[in-house]
Each structure stands twice: as C-alpha cells, then as structure tokens.
C-alpha cells in the first residue's frame, strides 16, 4: 500500500503555486487499512460490510440530507463553475482530478442524484447521476481519506459549499454500512476507553509528567509543575495526547507550564479527559462526536475548574470553538468573565497585553520564524473578539517572543492557508504518499520563505501538524526539527523566575 | 389562435410548475436544520455583518472573484445582463410601463449582448480548460446552449426579423389578465417563448437551485458567535 512514490519536485523562484494538467486516476491506488470489526463495533457500527448495503447506503445518505441544511443545499447548487478545481492541495499534489474539490463532491452528488432528484431518476446520464454499487463504494473510501476536510475550496466557492462536509457525510455513511477507517475508529475506540487518543493510562501520564517537572527543573533551576487531577485548580487545560510524547510537541507542552508559572495561575490536566483531540469529527459521527465532548465536561465539573483551556491542536479547536456549547453546553458552572472554552493562544496573549509576562526576544535569536495557519483554526474557528483574531493572535505571540518572523506569501497563509496534508483522520503510515504528495504546495510557499530570509523554523499550533510536518519536511530536503511548537517559542523567551 | 392557446397553457403550466418547485425547495431548505455552527472563517460576529457578507457574494460574486478572474469576469458579466434583460422585459407585462423600466431599455438591449458574450466566455472554458472540462456533464452543456437559444433568439426578434411588438405585448396582457387575445407566429417568437417555457420547467430540477440554495449555505450565513450564543437544531436539540 505504501509503495515507493516520487515526492514532487519543488520549483525554484516561483511565487504561485503551478496547477497541474490533471492525469486521471493517478490515485486511484491510494487508500487506508480498512477497520476491524472490533474498531467499527467499539463506536456503534456493525463491524462488517452489512448485507444489502447499497440500500442501506442509500438510506443513510437520505437520512444525512434531511438532517442537514449544508448538505442538501451543497448537493443541489453546484453549477460547476471550475472556482475550486486548482485550490485543493492534494490536486496540486498529485494530479488526479478525483481530487478537484466539484470531482470529490461528484463521488457522491452522483448517487444522491440517481436517487433523490428527478433529474438523477429519470435522466441518470444526462446529469451524471449513477447507481451505488461496489466500484462507488471503493471509490469513496480512496477518495474520501484523499479529503483532510480542510475547508480551502470552500472558501473560493461562489455559494460556500464546504467539501469537507460531504466527506464527513460520506465516510458516516461508509461507517453505518460496516466500512470504517482503521486509523479514526481505532483512535477513536482508545480515547473513549482509556481516556486519550495514544491509550496512555493514568499512571503513565502521571509519570510522563513527573519526568517533565524534572527535566524543565534541570533545564532553568525553576520548579514548574505539570498538575494532573487536581481539584479546585482555576484551570483545566486540555491539550492533544501527542503532547505528552512526541517532538515538537511536548516542548509546546513545556511552555504552556511556563506560561502558568509565570502567571501564577492554577492550573491542571485531567487523567479522565486528557486528550483535545476528537476524531468524530472526522468521521462525521454526531454520536461520537458529543461523547467524547461530554468527557471533557465532565472532568471540568467533577473538578471544579473556573475555565477551560484548549492546547495547540487544530481540529480540537474547532469542535471546543464552534461546537462544545451546542453538544455539551452551557457552560454556566464556568466563571462568566472568560469565553468558554479559551485557546491557550487567546490566554497567553491576554497576559501579554496585561504584561503578566516577561519576555525576552533575544532568546529566540537563534530561529529565523515563519507560521503555518492550521486549517481547522484558519477557516472553521476564532480567536479573540474580532473576525481573523485567529490570525493575528499567534503571530502577536511569535513577535513579542522573537526577533525574526517573516510571513509565506499571502495566497498561502490566513484564510488561504494549505493544509499540512496531514489532517481530516488521514494522518497514518498507509496513507503516507497522499500525505507528501498534499503537502507539496505548503512545502513551495516554505521553500521561498527559506530562499529569501533564510527561514529556519515554521510554527503551527495544530498537534497533527507538527506531526506531518515532522514527515513532511525531510522529504522535501528540510530538516525536521524546523516544525516547532508557538508555545515553545514562547516558553524559551519567558524568563523564569523574575515575576516570583 | 391555436397557437396562442397552446403557448398560453404551456406558459401557465411553466409558471405553476416554477413557482410550485421553487417555493418548495424553499421550504424544504428553511424546514432542514442546521445542527451544528459551520460558518466558513473568518466571519462576521453579528446579523448585520452576515448580511453585508452576503450582500457582496450576491451583488459582486466576491469569492469567485478571489478563486479565478475570467470565470469571474464571464459569470458577473453574465448575470448582470441577464438581471437587466430581465428587468427590461417587465415592460411587456405591465401598462403603463414603469418610468424606471423605460428608463433602462437602452441599456437592456445592449444587455442581450453582454448576455452571449458572458455565455460564451464560460462555455468556452468547458471546452478549453482541462480541469473544466473534467467536470462538466451533458446537462451542462445543455443549459448553456438553452441560455445561448434564448438569447440569440430573443435578440433575432429585435435585430434580425421585427415582429409585431405591440400585438405580441397584447398577448402577454391577455396571458395576465386571462383574457386571451392572438399570437404573433413570427418564428422567433415562437422559439423564445418555447425555450423559455423549457427554462422555467427545468428551473426547480435542475443546478438553477443555487438561486434559492445560495442564500442558506450555512458556512455563509452563519453569525460567528458558537461560545456566546449556544446553537441547537435538528439532533443537537434533541
């Protein structure tokens, strides 16, 4: 499945990403491990193909459509017009014109058409309307897990139709039939049992954390705590799993706890909810996607936390932004005077402002800093209280923080970002070609950044990122420690131990 | 006088078919919920802000603007022309005519023009750009060559082969106030008609629903404001 595949060639001297003439089914190999019934069954799904699935398919579509504006109104609008054929990075990236967002939206408006339209009832070829059978089946599942659901077609289209909802609608639909992802389900059945999404039980967090405390205490002579359950703390801060362990994430990790010392504010993780992340999302599963926030919920209250913070992780923010208060809401046992939830960003930045932090730049001399707008936080969420807040915030922390920041070029970054080709559940080995290939034209914005100011770290706040990127960079010919966590960038300017 | 009955039952057949489809889709997308807040960021805070997103979409197709400038430049121009052609043709349907309606007659002639012009810049595109071409179906090319019809056809009768305007408005009247007079049979005429009784039936069934559909895309008309107002519909209500 992960055959060797050529990483395209980064161009030099060219400010606008090329689009390709397409070459049809040039991914048409690609496609994840299918999941286990016990992965499928653990979510609520039958754990194979069922019988009569077609119809089944079908059903479920109609149920999907009833139930969602965005859906039917996506399905019925499209005129076709081209606006979003050179905007998906994984067409850039690989050719294939499956891969256009209208081609991807078509897998499936094809068989909505041939069986809630009169047009798809009665004239199935002249609107190419077509019956749900294996070979559409197989097509989706490659070419729904070649979406990362990132919403960038979306914004050019002319009427907003947001290809990542029909991926979601379309893998539910795979889902309800027996034909789930190995990676998602998977995860997803971990975090609903032990609590986060790499299944890291109580003690070995707790433990994990403790090596923490020593290790920054080595590193500064400043005894910074990583607080796990403890009730009464003001704040429970909730962070992608990925921080407890992998590069650069946990040193992201490191500087939120720095962030708190400083601020002399309390502070704690939960064992019970110790993962952001949400996957259900990804799968478009409503059911899922509120159990695993009812978790959260839950830790808050039982420890009686004053906010909730959410830690750099992309998609995580979206469903705590736009959609914890609908799923789990209303906060009100949370103290009024702060939004709820909060982004770490939104947080540090307030204390900023309010100079509860002193900063030195100099610290950061060393890196040449550029950032990377996750798509989850660029095109589905906010920061602060004005439109793009989610732009200037982490940027306003890299500048109080260091000396050197140089922006990719604008039709890359803010609402235009690429995404890191990693995101939307697809982040696993067996779907590693789509995973370089999609990064490609994030990879040529970065390249011209390190052409022209000899840009030597990109920072994201996304955990499926920097966890992309960490793949991504090498394969281009950068070095993978570039990928760096803001909070780290942060946490290396604090200067410990002059608020105490 | 054959003629003008069979036109006049086909034209109240299309009308009630387009207005009975068009209102409900209507219904059918205000009665399905939105669950969750999706609005594509970033958005505006307020009703008053999305109104004002909305407004630049619909009037100047701002992010088709942003995505490419030809398709852009084809489509406004396109539904531009149209809206004047259409606004024109109101003076057949009333008398006296409006004084804006004659006001803009110069212009809505000219409009016919712009029209084709706008339609065959994007029919090119199906066939000249790859990408395009990839994803466009018959039915596509289809209502493009019905659009064209309509517009040459339309444009024949004023340029090409003069037809009695003034009988031909009288039937129009009669249409309205059922009380039937006679059919110019100029052939033109006749095509135009026919065709845009095509159009009006195909309008509720067809792609034409981005119309309606445009105006309750939640990623647009969605107020950014999920932590300050809580949001439930459909299974979120539940």
């Known amino acids: 499945m992960t055959a060797k595949f050529d990483t395209p060639e980064l161009f030099k001297n060219i400010e606008i990403i090329d689009t390709p003439k397409y070459e049809v089914d040039s991914m048409a190999h690609s496609s994840p491990y299918p999941a286990k019934a016990q992965h499928n069954e653990k979510l609520g799904f039958p754990g194979e193909l069922v019988d009569n699935w077609e119809e089944k398919a079908v059903t479920r579509l109609g149920e999907l459509v009833d139930g969602s504006r965005a859906l039917r109104t996506f399905l019925d609008s499209c005129v076709k017009c081209g606006a979003c054929t050179d905007k998906c990075h994984y067409y850039l990236g690989t050719k294939d014109p499956k891969n256009m967002p209208v081609a991807r939206q078509d897998l499936l408006r094809s068989i909505y058409r041939r069986y809630y339209t009169f047009a798809g009832k009665y004239f199935p070829r002249l609107v190419g309307a077509r019956d749900m059978d294996k070979s559409v089946l197989d097509e989706w599942y490659s070419y729904f897990h070649q979406c990362s659901q990132c919403r960038r077609c979306s914004v050019f289209c002319p009427y907003g139709i947001d290809t990542a909802e029909i991926s979601m609608a379309a893998r539910d639909i795979m889902d309800t039939v027996g034909h789930g992802q190995k990676y998602c389900n998977e995860i997803l059945g971990k975090l609903q049992t032990i609590g986060n999404n790499l299944g890291l039980p109580e003690k070995a967090l707790i433990n994990t954390l403790e090596d923490l405390e020593e290790e920054v205490e080595e590193d500064t002579g400043v005894a910074v705590k990583y607080p796990v359950d403890v009730k009464g703390a003001d704040v429970l801060l909730v962070v992608p799993s990925a921080d407890f362990f992998a590069e650069p994430h946990i040193d992201g990790l490191i500087g939120y706890g720095k962030v708190f010392h400083q601020a002399g504010i309390s502070w704690t993780l939960s064992s019970y909810a110790s993962e952001a992340a949400n996957f259900s999302m990804f799968i478009g599963s409503g059911d899922n996607l509120k159990k695993v926030a009812q978790r959260i919920r839950d830790a808050a209250e039982e420890l009686g936390v004053k906010r909730i913070i959410v830690g750099e992780c992309g998609h995580a923010w979206r469903v705590a932004y736009s959609f914890w208060n609908t799923l789990v809401g209303p906060f009100d046992f949370l103290d009024p005077n702060y939004p709820a939830p909060q982004h770490i960003v939104e947080f540090t930045y307030d204390l900023i402002q309010r100079g509860a932090l002193n900063l030195d730049k100099e610290a950061n001399d060393h890196r040449r800093i550029t950032f990377h707008d996750s798509c989850n936080v660029a095109r589905a969420s906010r920061m602060g209280n004005i439109p793009g807040g989610q732009f200037i915030l982490p940027r306003a922390l890299i500048t109080a923080s260091a000396n050197h920041f140089f922006d990719m070029s604008p039709e890359t970054i803010h609402e235009n970002t690429f995404c890191c080709g990693g995101g939307g559940g697809l982040l696993t080995d067996d779907l590693m070609e789509i995973r370089i290939k999609g990064a490609m034209p994030r990879m040529q914005a970065l390249k011209q950044v390190v052409d022209e100011h000899d840009v030597n770290a990109m920072v994201a706040i996304c955990a499926i990122c920097k966890a992309q990127f960490s793949k991504a960079l090498p394969a281009y010919q950068f070095p993978m420690d570039m990928i760096t966590s803001l909070h780290q960038v942060v946490g290396d300017a604090i200067q410990l131990g002059t608020k105490d | ?238």
């Open chain 2, 1 to 238: 006088m054959t003629l003008s009955v069979v036109y006049a039952i086909l034209f109240y057949a299309a009308t009630l078919l387009l207005v009975v489809g068009v209102v409900r889709k209507i219904i059918i997308y205000a009665r399905t919920p939105a669950p969750l807040k999706i609005p594509v960021t970033p958005a505006p805070t307020t009703k008053a802000g999305v109104v004002w997103r909305m407004t630049k979409e619909v009037t100047v197709f701002q992010s088709l603007f942003k995505a490419n400038k030809w398709t852009w430049l084809f489509g406004w121009m396109f539904h531009v022309a149209l809206a004047f052609v259409l606004f024109r043709h109101l003076r057949y349907f009333q008398e006296p005519v409006w004084a804006i309606v004659a006001l803009i007659q110069p212009i809505g002639q000219y409009a016919g023009f712009a029209m084709l012009a706008g339609l065959t810049g994007l029919w090119a595109r199906r066939f000249l750009v790859d990408r395009v071409r990839y994803i466009t179906s018959l039915s596509d090319h289809l209502m493009l060559a019905l659009l064209v019809a309509i517009g040459l056809s339309g444009l024949a009768i004023k340029y090409l082969a003069h037809t009695d305007i003034v009988a031909l408005k009288t039937w129009v009247l009669g249409l309205m106030y059922f009380d039937l007079q006679p059919l110019p049979s100029d052939i033109f005429v006749l095509l135009h008609l026919g065709l845009v009784i095509i159009l009006m039936v195909i309008f509720p069934i067809s792609k034409l629903l981005h119309v309606p559909g445009l105006f309750f895309m939640p990623t647009r008309n969605q107020v950014d404001n999920p932590r300050e107002v809580r949001h439930t519909a459909g299974w979120t209500a539940k």
